[in-house]
C-alpha cells in the first residue's frame, strides 16, 4: 500500500519539486524535462509524483506563478525603498 504523507512531508515535496522545475527550466526548457527527472531530483516516485500533480506542465505552471509572485514582491519593495529613500531626502 503506497505511503501516506504529512502536510509537512507534502510540503517539503512540493517545494522540492518546484525547486527542481525552476532549476531544469533554467537548465532545458520544459519540453526536454521529464517526470523521471522531477522525480529524481525530489526523491519521490513517479508514482508520488502525480499525487501533486496531474502533469509535469501544471508543475511547471504552478512553478512560474509563486516566481512571478517572488518577483513581483521584490519589485514593489525595491520601488517602496526607492520612493522612500527620495521623500527622505
Same mark, same amino acid.
Given at each position: 500500500?503506497?505511503?501516506?504523507?504529512?502536510?509537512?512531508?507534502?510540503?517539503?515535496?512540493?517545494?522540492?519539486?518546484?525547486?527542481?522545475? %525552476?532549476? =531544469?527550466?533554467?537548465?532545458?526548457?520544459?519540453? +526536454?524535462?521529464?517526470?523521471? $527527472?522531477?522525480?529524481?531530483?525530489? /526523491?519521490?516516485?513517479?508514482?508520488?509524483?502525480?499525487?501533486?500533480?496531474?502533469?509535469?506542465?501544471? %508543475?511547471? =505552471?504552478?512553478?512560474?506563478?509563486?516566481?512571478? +509572485?517572488?518577483?513581483?514582491? $521584490?519589485?514593489?519593495?525595491?520601488? /517602496?525603498?526607492?520612493?522612500?529613500?527620495?521623500?527622505?531626502?
Amino acid at each position: 500500500m503506497a505511503k501516506a504523507f504529512d502536510d509537512n512531508e507534502r510540503k517539503l515535496i512540493k517545494d522540492k519539486l518546484k525547486e527542481g522545475a %525552476l532549476l =531544469f527550466i533554467q537548465q532545458q526548457g520544459v519540453r +526536454k524535462t521529464s517526470v523521471d $527527472e522531477l522525480v529524481k531530483y525530489a /526523491n519521490i516516485s513517479k508514482g508520488a509524483f502525480y499525487l501533486f500533480y496531474t502533469s509535469k506542465e501544471l %508543475l511547471f =505552471f504552478d512553478t512560474i506563478i509563486d516566481y512571478h +509572485k517572488k518577483l513581483e514582491k $521584490e519589485f514593489l519593495n525595491a520601488i /517602496n525603498n526607492n520612493t522612500s529613500e527620495n521623500i527622505v531626502k
